[in-house]
């Protein structure tokens, strides 16, 4: 009954990728039926506290992102890259991380691609090198920021389980995830012929496409003229991020409640992320009402819509299939550990979605019995989902490329992205898997 229900679940999941965008919470609730109807399966509760930690987080974003913060974050990133143009390889994918890592969203890269394009093509450096380095790297910081949805799923999934606690958590990413994304900018380093040297390029520059801009027009970046309420947004979301890492180092720090138990870090992070979107909207010039239309909270609730149906299905299939899994499969994969993490890989890449992946992955390794080295090791590698040009952002940042240096291969599977990511995965992993180790 196992492998009948394992393949229907896998089927079910694949017709919802197929099929796309919120089709595959759909099929997680078609999958529910499935199993509580006709296998008799006992029913599970769908995960509500990763699904009001997602929440709250992705709340806070939006507004800041409403409030104009984002666009600072932004003119402060063109900033930094514009002072040191000819590291622009290394130093925007550096960026790139660092500021998904501020903000909890990948989003924030759609606006820095035409600068690293820009800056790229005027210091005579290829454009796909830091472009395609800054793609796969905004992608892995989504795995090393306590502020996006993915991540909090993640904290919520172990803690839950009483595994490990949300600051072990960062230990471990944050720094796993960081020298991927370093990795994936020094493999660029010498990726392709140079600017000058492309035909594409050249063509381009010669028909007209393509016109090149001067040393002397060298573009000067005001930020003094952002709005205050801009640069709130920004402190206070960041105070709020600093403060729940704080409350999770030191636990003394925790209110102990009238009931005698210490508030849980589940609790803690949505209070905080919610109480920085109130003081946001109140410096703000719009009403609260705006966070619901900024890309940053669409996003997240996209991924809490996901969780929802996807989450309850493999639950559903965890519980029914506990003593199964717990007996039998785990002396597998605990055999072969390096097992679980290529399927973490490999998952990614088949949804292309960090939330959908820890959805699938995560209840699937715990009720295993994964160590938790091996599974911090696989999930790290989730966001490295360029092993097939499916991701909106392996696509659709071909464009911001003027020069017209990225691109996807005759096989498909040669794109700009596919070196950086493999070798950012292959980092991400083994650093995470050494740190888990020592620390744990």
Not at 191 to 218: I, N, S
Not at 334 to 351: D, E, H, M, R
Not at 423 to 438: E, I, K, N
């Amino acid at each position: 009954m196992f492998w009948i229900e394992l393949v229907i679940m896998l089927l079910l999941i694949f017709w919802g990728v197929r099929k796309g965008g919120v089709f595959l919470t759909l099929a997680g609730a078609v999958g529910a039926f499935v199993f509580t109807f006709i296998f008799k399966s006992p029913m599970s509760d769908p995960p509500l506290t990763v699904l009001r930690i997602i929440l709250a987080v992705v709340i806070a974003g939006g507004a800041m992102q409403a409030a104009g913060g984002i666009e600072y974050l932004v003119a402060l990133a063109e900033k930094i890259l514009r002072k040191h143009p000819r590291s622009i390889t290394i130093l925007a994918p550096m960026i790139s991380w660092l500021f998904v890592f501020c903000c909890g969203t990948g989003h924030i890269l759609w606006s820095l691609l035409p600068i690293i394009n820009e800056i790229a093509i005027e210091n005579g450096v290829r454009p796909e090198r830091p472009i395609a380095a800054s793609v796969v790297s905004s992608q892995n910081a989504v795995c090393g920021t306590p502020l996006a949805a993915a991540t909090a799923a993640l904290v919520g999934f172990l803690e839950e389980s009483g595994s490990v606690d949300m600051i072990t958590v960062l230990m471990v990413v944050i720094p796993a995830t960081l020298l991927g994304s370093l990795a994936s900018g020094l493999v660029m380093m010498k990726r392709g012929k140079e600017l000058a040297d492309d035909p594409e390029f050249q063509r381009r520059v010669a028909d007209g496409t393509l016109v090149l801009r001067g040393h002397k027009e060298e573009k000067v970046v005001d930020t003094s003229s952002f709005s205050k309420q801009s640069k709130i947004s920004v402190i206070a979301f960041l105070v709020a991020m600093v403060a729940v890492v704080l409350l999770g180092v030191v636990k003394s720090l925790r209110p102990v409640l009238a009931d005698g138990s210490t508030m849980g870090m589940t609790d803690i992070i949505q209070i905080f992320m919610l109480c920085a979107a109130a003081v946001i909207c109140l410096v703000m010039d719009k009403k609260a009402d705006a966070i619901l239309e900024m890309p940053v909270f669409k996003s997240g609730v996209f991924a809490a819509v996901i969780c929802l149906g996807l989450c309850w299905m493999v639950n559903i299939f965890i519980g029914a299939q506990s003593t199964f899994l717990t007996e039998t499969v785990s002396q597998f994969t605990n055999k072969y550990p390096w097992v679980f993490i290529i399927a973490c890989y490999l998952v990614g890449n088949i949804t292309t979605s960090q939330g959908s992946t820890t959805a699938i992955v995560i209840p699937l390794g715990l009720a295993l019995g994964i160590s938790t080295p091996v599974l911090l090791a696989g999930w790290v590698t989730i966001g490295s989902h360029f092993l097939i040009p499916a991701a909106s952002e392996s696509l659709a940042a071909i464009a911001f490329d003027t020069a017209g240096t990225t691109k996807i291969g005759k096989f498909v599977f040669n794109t700009s992205y596919l070196l950086p990511s493999l070798v950012m995965a292959v980092v991400d992993a083994a650093v995470a898997f050494l740190l888990a180790s020592v620390i744990l």
